[in-house]
């Protein structure tokens, strides 16, 4: 991790910025309700099949990252060299270790609430979950990336179908679009990491599953995710005017939008397998999202409505970082009240808010206070310009 001093304004494209940073508030804020019993509709994932506003957030950041790595590896030429390939390992392999740091240290707050002692709580590795959010991120970046600079630009289109094909196979024979640990993404991570390392779901009958929504073998659709990003970062580099920028991201985000949505009959949109089809409609969502903020930002000028964005968008994994240790906190540091222990998220939901609020309400608004204390602390970063790269 190093701190770089920010690049002067002009040299930026404010709207990716913006894009970014709507997308890690969003994903701070789904992940720290008040109260998991109480979500309004909107901001929880689809159970299964479908497609929610929340659904949207995870691969948003992931297209915003495709495009963001065409921009960083042009300085390599997008060339395989010693200098380029270590800059993608390196980055890989310190997301995915972050990312397991978090879970660690959540486990450790838990261990730490519940009286044990520090060796305790430190040494729980053999229920330590292997695979999530900054470690999908990371092997999609990492192969992703590798992938264009191994493989010409114009070949990229056929290795995303390739991808994308080939999963849908696998789904398809490997009973993949089934909820249940038959599911052939639970089969493989039980055989590699076993349901000790493994998230569980829930399915609507409210039973408990090991199926992972950041199973190993979904994360190959994730790295055409990123591909597209590439692609539409291509573009936006190649096509200088904004008004010809806007054109492009509208139309081929139409293209995708409406295949993934017309080829959804017969391959699901579902996040939580990473479907092709969710692919398709998610990255085809995000580029007309671009396209509408480019206009909006970058043409008309109409920008002090996302300034509160931008100190999430110039430090987005440092800032989601910071939300992880934050949450695995407030959810264990826990003090007396009228003779009973009580952490400081209940104390803040339970006694704070619920009883003015109600339940949904007070529950969302203990969410947007998080997002709060997460955004001064990017708001710090920003106002001294600083990036902290990961």
């Known amino acids: 991790m190093n701190t770089t001093t920010v690049l002067p304004q002009n040299n930026r494209v404010l709207s990716l910025d913006i894009m970014r940073g709507i997308t890690i508030a969003g994903m701070i804020m789904v992940n720290n309700s008040g109260s998991w019993n109480y979500v309004y509709t909107p901001l929880r ?38 200098a380029s390939i270590w800059k993608i390992v390196r980055r890989t392999i310190l997301i995915f270790t972050i990312g397991l740091a978090l879970g660690w240290f959540g486990q450790l707050c838990r261990g730490l609430a519940s009286g044990e002692s520090f060796t305790e709580a430190a040494a729980h590795f053999n229920a330590l979950r292997i695979l999530g959010v900054l470690q999908r991120l990371a092997l999609a970046y990492g192969f992703a990336a590798l992938t264009a600079i191994f493989v010409k630009s114009k070949y990229l289109p056929w290795v995303i179908g390739l991808l994308l094909l080939g999963y849908f196979l696998v789904l398809q024979f490997g009973k993949g679009f089934e909820m249940s640990e038959q599911n052939i993404i639970a089969v493989i991570d039980r055989s590699l990491w076993s349901t000790d390392h493994i998230y569980f779901d829930r399915t609507p009958e409210g ?78 969502f ?35 970082v910071f939300a992880g240790i934050l949450g695995a906190l407030v959810s264990n540091i826990r ?41 001064l602390f990017g708001y710090i970063l920003y106002k001294r310009n600083i990036y902290i790269k990961i």
Request: net charge positive.
């Open 335 to 375: 003090f007396v009240r009228q003779g009973e222990l009580i952490s400081v998220k209940t104390f803040t939901y339970e006694v704070l808010l619920r009883p003015w609020a109600g339940n949904y309400l007070g529950s969302l608004l203990y969410a947007l206070l998080f997002v709060t204390v997460c955004w």
């Open 45 to 82: 994932h689809a159970q299964w099949h479908g497609l929610t506003p929340t659904d949207l957030v995870f691969p948003f950041f992931m297209f915003i990252m495709g495009v963001s790595t065409f921009m960083s590896l042009q300085k390599f030429r997008f060339a395989p060299s010693k």
């Open 286 to 320: 995000a580029a007309q999202l671009l396209g509408l903020l480019i206009l909006i930002i970058d043409i008309n000028k109409k920008e002090k409505w996302s300034r509160f964005f931008h100190a999430f968008g110039v430090n987005p994994l440092i800032v989601y």
């Open 207 to 284: 039973e408990q599953i090991a199926l992972d929504p950041e199973g190993l073998l979904s994360t190959l659709p994730s790295i055409a995710h990123v591909l597209i990003g590439f692609l539409f970062g291509k573009l936006i580099v190649e096509n200088k005017d904004n008004l010809t920028r806007i054109k492009q991201l509208l139309t081929w985000g139409t293209v995708l939008v409406f295949a993934g949505l017309l080829l959804q009959y017969g391959c699901p949109i579902n996040k939580k397998i990473w479907s092709p089809t969710f692919v398709l409609t998610t990255t085809g």
